[in-house]
């Protein structure tokens, strides 16, 4: 399950993991172009975006849990919304180097915002309903304001 160049197969950090043997039933039989699975993994420890939507299915909405591994994935997410896809809640996984306890945790978000460290790397601000903004970043120092281009990505409509 977890060989060697398993890394390498992943595209990025944000990506999930699949192993055949965890499928449900075959390709194709929940839909064209659908698989269902027991399990899914993650290489690294990174957040990740729990999005519960509601999808139009012929006269009504039906309500579905997309998991979205990183910005990009949940960007996607939020370009589809519309009168086929309605945006219910969404929740950040993040792990405990991130939100500074001794696990993982899953709060809703509030807003999330990405913008450049000192040396031009990508850091994402995450605000979750208590109040606390968490960054994706190891440094002890990192303050907030030290981030050029600060764009906001979503915030949770009132």
């Known amino acids: ?18 192993d055949i043997a965890d499928q449900a039933g ?9 698989s269902h ?7 690294l420890p990174t957040h990740w975006y729990h999005v519960d939507v509601k999808i139009r299915n012929e006269d009504r909405m039906t309500p579905l849990v997309l998991m979205a591994g990183d910005e990009t994935a949940f960007e996607e997410i939020l370009k589809k919304r519309g009168p086929d896809l309605e945006l219910t809640q969404v929740q950040v996984v993040t792990p405990a180097w991130i939100n500074k306890t001794d696990g993982w945790r899953m709060e809703k978000l509030i807003s999330l915002s990405t913008g450049f460290n000192k040396i031009g ?3 994402c ?3 979750v309903e208590s ?17 050029v281009e600060v764009k906001k990505i979503y915030e949770v409509e009132a």
Do not use: C, N, Q
Request: charged share 25%.
């Open 37 to 43: 699975w027991f399990k899914i993994s993650r290489l």
């Open 131 to 147: 109040g606390v903004v968490y960054a994706d970043v190891h440094d002890p120092l990192f303050r907030i304001d030290s981030l």
């Open 125 to 127: 601000l995450l605000e």
């Open 26 to 34: 075959e390709e194709g039989m929940f839909g064209s172009g659908h």
């Open 121 to 123: 790397v990508l850091v």
């Open 1 to 18: 399950m977890f060989g060697t160049d398993i890394a390498d197969l992943a595209e990025d950090e944000g990506t999930f993991v699949t």
